[in-house]
Every structure is written in C-alpha cells, then in structure tokens.
C-alpha cells in the first residue's frame, strides 16, 4: 500500500523559514516524480512545485519561485519543501502527491498524503 | 498558463440524480493531460479520471469523464451519498504550472 506522510508544519512567524517532510512507503520512491499542493483554509487546490525522479528537475509557481526548494533524498523515501521568506498567504495545508505518468502521454497525482498545516502568523 | 473556470460554483442535487460538472481551459488541454480530483471534508483530495476520460483504480463506474480541447466535463451518473464532495479539474501543460480549477462543490438539496 502506497503511503505518505508529510510532516513539518507549524505556527511560523512571517519571514520565517520552515522545511516539510513527505515520507514515502509502498512504492519505488526512486522513479516516481513527486510534487507538492496547497490549500489554503476554506480555499480551492493550488499547485506549488514539482521534482523528477532523479531529483535535477525542479518547477515552481510564480507566487512561491524565488522563496522555496524542493528537493528529494532516495536513499530515504524522502521529499522536502525547503520554504523561507514565508508570508501570511502562505497559510494553507500542504500536501505531497506521486506524479503517474503514462508513457509520457498523460499524468496525473495518483496518491495523496493527508497533508500538513502551516500557518504563516505573528 | 492555461487557466481552468469550473461551472456551476455549487451543484445542489439529491441523491440518485445525475451531476454534469462542467471544466472549461483558457487554451487548448491535451486530453492526456486533464484530470479530475475528488475531496471529501477533512480528507485529501483523490484521483478520479485522468486523460480526461480514464477512470482511476477503484474509481466507480458511474463517474465518467468527457471532452477536449478546451471543453471537459465530469459525469456522476446517479449520486451516491458519499459523492457529495468538492471536485477539480487539473491540467498538466508541456511544463509547469499546473493549474487546477476553482472547484464545484455538489451538496445535497
């Protein structure tokens, strides 16, 4: 059974930084590109960054690029959002998700985790 | 960027009756690269369809999916009680970003 558990998120002050986690298990973590989603509270979904396999591409919405990281460890299952010069827009829970691909002719998040809540306050 | 407006805002049926969810691009979407999420109140969101028209595993087979171009719709054919939840629609360009819709919430009338 595919799982992954995101964890990190916390009460932050704006200008701060923060780093989430997303722990993978039931999958080969190593090909699996991954990405994380955002939602702030009350809000709809929004993408924030995504990362190949092998970790040398990245991508970044315009409203976080310049601010936060993305990157990943397969020796150890592991994703990360690096997220510093945090703002109060930033408040949402965040969540990873496994990219699927089909043969490079479609794509889509196939499993979810139960995401992590951050919240950017003073 | 393609921007995604999903129609109606909020969809009020009973259950047993059909929803149509209507998702429309700025731009033309492959139709490789459209999908639909479901979510639940205080659960993550869930795969649906993919490639516009694929059921994900373990998707119901009264959810069905349809379109192209810039023209997609989601399709619950007779609602059950647990289908009552906000949906997206997602595309995926050539690159990033990508964009997901504003979201239909379908609630019991």
Same mark, same amino acid.
């Given at each position: ?122 | 960027?393609?921007?995604?407006? $999903?129609? !109606?805002?909020?969809?009020?049926? %009973?259950?047993?009756? /059909? *929803? +149509? ?21 205080? $659960?993550? !969101?869930r795969l649906l369809?993919? %490639?516009?028209?694929? /059921? *994900? +595993? ?20 007779r609602l059950e ?19 997901f819709g504003q ?7």
């Amino acid at each position: 059974e595919v799982q992954l558990l995101e964890s990190g998120g916390a009460l932050i002050q704006p200008g701060g930084s923060l780093r989430l986690s997303c722990a993978a298990s039931g999958l080969t973590f190593s090909t699996s590109p991954m990405t994380w989603v955002r939602q702030a509270p009350g809000k709809g979904l929004e993408w924030v960054s995504a990362i190949g396999a092998g970790g040398s591409s990245t991508y970044y919405a315009d409203s976080v690029k310049g601010r936060f990281a993305v990157s990943r460890d397969n020796s150890k299952n592991t994703l990360y959002l690096q997220m510093n010069s945090l703002r109060a827009e930033d408040t949402a829970v965040y969540y990873c998700a496994k990219i699927f691909e089909c043969g490079g002719s479609c794509r889509a998040l196939d499993y979810w985790g139960q995401g992590t809540l951050v919240t950017v306050s003073s | 960027e393609s921007v995604l407006t $999903q129609s !109606p805002g909020t969809l009020s049926l %009973s259950p047993g009756e /059909r *929803a +149509t969810l209507s998702c429309r691009a700025s731009q033309s979407v492959s139709s490789g690269y459209l999908a639909w999420y479901q979510q639940r109140p205080g $659960q993550a !969101p869930r795969l649906l369809i993919y %490639s516009a028209s694929r /059921r *994900a +595993t373990g998707t119901p087979d009264r959810f069905s999916g349809s379109g192209s171009g810039t023209d997609f719709t989601l399709t619950i054919s007779r609602l059950e009680p647990e289908d009552f939840a906000v949906y997206y629609c997602q595309q995926y360009g050539s690159s990033p970003p990508w964009t997901f819709g504003q979201g239909t919430r379908v609630e019991i009338k």
